[in-house]
T-cell receptor, first 115, second 115 residues
């Protein structure tokens, strides 16, 4: 079965600084990869996704992620964070052709923005 | 553009009570699913459905029932609530077409407390 690891439970970043959130997955082939953001008391919003093709994926709100097959990673980046980026971030994987199994989520990374 | 609508947003139950969490989507998505979110656990799949009349179990199905009589609705039933079911519940829907596989849209969540 597939699994997702987000090694950082909490990350604190100063406003205006760059951000990288780590995500590693375990699966025998290349899965579909997703990053979601959850603001307090809200549902999950899709930031970006990778299915195939260009390994650098652009998303909403200025986020990007890079798929690295050799490292089984899909790290999320943003060059300059804003206070409104404070939220919980979830990496998720889905299995190509196996949509019925749903998404497997990491445990999340809580992003704190310092003024 | 309603997307995925969950009701209620908040609910307190006594141990042993039953209730139904409602989920409706207006995007004509084939795939619908229920997740529960617990602190430090990410989201875990409870049940899912690939179309009307078809449901199956996810990772944590015990204590929950589902049915899918229409494409739009996917209610989650707790037959006899237990404190361990205190959680935030999310409903999600997605298309299963090859062009947008597993692109899940989430509801706003239902925060359930069982006392």
């Amino acid at each position: 079965a597939q699994s997702v690891t987000q090694p950082d439970i909490h990350i604190t970043v100063s406003e205006g600084a760059s951000l990288e959130l780590r995500c590693n997955y375990s699966y025998g082939a290349t899965p579909y990869l997703f990053w979601y953001v959850q603001s307090p008391g809200q549902g999950l919003q899709l930031l970006l996704k990778y299915f195939s093709g260009d390994t650098l994926v652009q998303g909403i709100k200025g986020f990007e992620a890079e798929f690295k097959r050799s490292q089984s990673s899909f790290n999320l980046r943003k060059p300059s964070v804003h206070w409104s980026d404070a939220a919980e971030y979830f990496c998720a994987v889905g299995i190509p052709g196996g949509g019925a199994d749903g998404l497997t989520f990491g445990k999340g990374t809580h992003l704190i923005i310092q003024p | 553009n309603a997307g995925v609508t969950q009701t209620p947003k908040f609910q307190v139950l006594k141990t042993g009570q039953s209730m139904t969490l409602q989920c409706a989507q207006d995007m004509n998505h084939e795939y619908m699913s229920w997740y529960r979110q617990d602190p430090g656990m990410g989201l875990r799949l409870i049940h899912y459905s690939v179309g009307a009349g078809i449901t199956d179990q996810g990772e944590v199905p015990n204590g929950y029932n589902v049915s899918r009589s229409t494409t739009e609705d996917f209610p989650l039933r707790l037959l006899s609530a237990a404190p361990s079911q205190t959680s935030v519940y999310f409903c999600a829907s997605s298309s299963m077409t090859l062009s947008a596989p597993l692109n899940a849209f989430f509801g706003q969540g239902t925060r359930l407390t069982v006392v």
